[in-house]
Protein backbone atom coordinates (compact mmCIF):
# COMPACT_ATOMS: atom_id res chain seq x y z
CA UNK A 1 0.00 0.00 0.00
CA UNK A 2 1.09 3.76 -0.76
CA UNK A 3 1.94 5.78 2.44
CA UNK A 4 -1.39 7.72 0.73
CA UNK A 5 -3.63 4.82 0.32
CA UNK A 6 -6.24 4.39 3.76
CA UNK A 7 -6.28 1.46 5.78
CA UNK A 8 -9.34 0.06 6.70
CA UNK A 9 -8.46 0.26 10.82
CA UNK A 10 -10.71 -2.10 12.75
CA UNK A 11 -9.38 -0.21 16.13
CA UNK A 12 -7.34 1.62 17.99
CA UNK A 13 -5.50 0.37 20.72
CA UNK A 14 -3.22 1.67 23.48
CA UNK A 15 -0.01 -0.29 23.73
CA UNK A 16 -0.22 -0.49 27.70
CA UNK A 17 -3.56 -3.14 26.58
CA UNK A 18 -1.24 -5.30 24.32
CA UNK A 19 0.99 -8.00 25.46
CA UNK A 20 4.94 -7.77 25.00
CA UNK A 21 6.95 -10.69 24.31
CA UNK A 22 10.55 -10.33 24.54
CA UNK A 23 12.42 -13.00 23.32
CA UNK A 24 9.98 -12.57 20.47
CA UNK A 25 10.23 -8.78 20.90
CA UNK A 26 6.38 -8.29 19.53
CA UNK A 27 3.55 -6.80 21.10
CA UNK A 28 0.26 -8.55 20.54
CA UNK A 29 -3.39 -8.09 20.95
CA UNK A 30 -6.56 -10.12 20.77
CA UNK A 31 -8.04 -10.32 17.88
CA UNK A 32 -12.02 -11.18 17.12
CA UNK A 33 -11.13 -14.20 15.28
CA UNK A 34 -9.73 -15.45 17.48
CA UNK A 35 -5.95 -15.12 16.88
CA UNK A 36 -3.96 -12.41 17.40
CA UNK A 37 -2.82 -8.81 16.32
CA UNK A 38 0.63 -8.60 15.82
CA UNK A 39 3.10 -5.65 15.76
CA UNK A 40 7.33 -5.94 16.15
CA UNK A 41 8.95 -3.76 18.40
CA UNK A 42 11.38 -2.49 15.46
CA UNK A 43 8.74 -1.28 13.27
CA UNK A 44 7.10 0.38 16.54
CA UNK A 45 10.59 2.11 16.45
CA UNK A 46 10.54 2.85 12.82
CA UNK A 47 7.33 4.81 13.51
CA UNK A 48 4.64 2.02 12.06
CA UNK A 49 1.99 1.34 14.14
CA UNK A 50 -0.24 -0.87 12.40
CA UNK A 51 -0.55 -4.29 13.72
CA UNK A 52 -2.14 -7.35 11.54
CA UNK A 53 -3.74 -10.35 12.21
CA UNK A 54 -2.14 -13.12 10.11
CA UNK A 55 -5.44 -14.70 10.44
CA UNK A 56 -7.77 -12.64 8.75
CA UNK A 57 -7.92 -9.06 7.25
CA UNK A 58 -8.19 -6.97 10.12
CA UNK A 59 -6.02 -4.19 11.53
CA UNK A 60 -5.44 -1.93 14.47
CA UNK A 61 -3.39 1.35 14.63
CA UNK A 62 -1.42 0.76 18.14
CA UNK A 63 -1.29 4.48 20.10
CA UNK A 64 2.39 4.94 21.55
CA UNK A 65 5.48 6.98 22.25
CA UNK A 66 8.06 5.89 20.44
CA UNK A 67 9.83 6.95 23.45
CA UNK A 68 8.67 4.79 25.48
CA UNK A 69 9.13 1.47 23.44
CA UNK A 70 11.58 -1.22 25.58
CA UNK A 71 14.98 -0.62 23.43
CA UNK A 72 16.15 -3.10 21.17
CA UNK A 73 19.24 -4.96 22.11
CA UNK A 74 22.39 -3.73 20.17
CA UNK A 75 22.95 -5.97 17.54
CA UNK A 76 26.89 -4.82 17.29
CA UNK A 77 27.18 -5.95 20.76
CA UNK A 78 29.09 -8.95 20.86
CA UNK A 79 27.63 -12.37 22.50
CA UNK A 80 28.91 -14.00 25.14
CA UNK A 81 29.13 -18.14 24.26
CA UNK A 82 29.97 -20.26 26.77
CA UNK A 83 32.52 -22.86 25.51
Request: hydrophobic content about 40%; some cysteine.
Given at each position: ?36 FEI ?7 GQD ?9 MVR ?22
Amino acid sequence: MSDTEEYSIYDEVEIEDMTYDAALQTYSYPCPCGDKFEIALVDLQDGQDIAVCPSCSLMVRVIFEVDNLPKAPDAAAPIAVSA
